[in-house]
């Protein structure tokens, strides 16, 4: 099991900077790999940054260039720096890890949330 907790959210200025953390816990040694998604209301939840254990990124093309996603393993937490923050970012952002069952399956484990608005 896999216990994910996201931090960091909270209210920004159009262009201003924020910078998200995941906690994990638990079998931290059978994930494969994290990543950000977020959800708007009234929306589907969308992605947004993926990192793997081999450190390999992913960038929706919307906050590509803005957004910068990282991981520390020896404090078993990931990060997402955004940075030029548009209103279009205001949503609730899950931490999700894809954890490894057995050598042949694996399981999605998410976060509760953060929430980030970005308002002047």
């Known amino acids: 099991q896999v216990r994910l907790v996201e931090s960091g959210g909270g209210l920004v200025q159009p262009g201003g900077s924020l910078t998200l953390s995941c906690a994990a816990s638990?079998?931290?040694?059978?994930?494969?790999?994290m990543g950000w998604y977020r959800q708007a209301p009234g929306k589907q939840r969308e992605f947004v940054a993926s990192i793997t254990s081999g450190g390999s990124t992913n960038y929706a093309a919307s906050v590509k260039g803005r957004f910068t996603i990282s991981r520390d393993n020896a404090k078993s937490t990931m990060y997402l720096q955004m940075n030029s923050l548009k209103p279009e970012d205001t949503a609730v952002y899950y931490c999700n890890a894809a954890v490894r069952s057995t050598a042949s399956a694996m399981y999605e484990n998410w976060g509760q949330g953060t929430q980030v608005a970005v308002s002047s």
């Open positions: 638990g079998n931290i040694l059978r994930i494969n790999a």
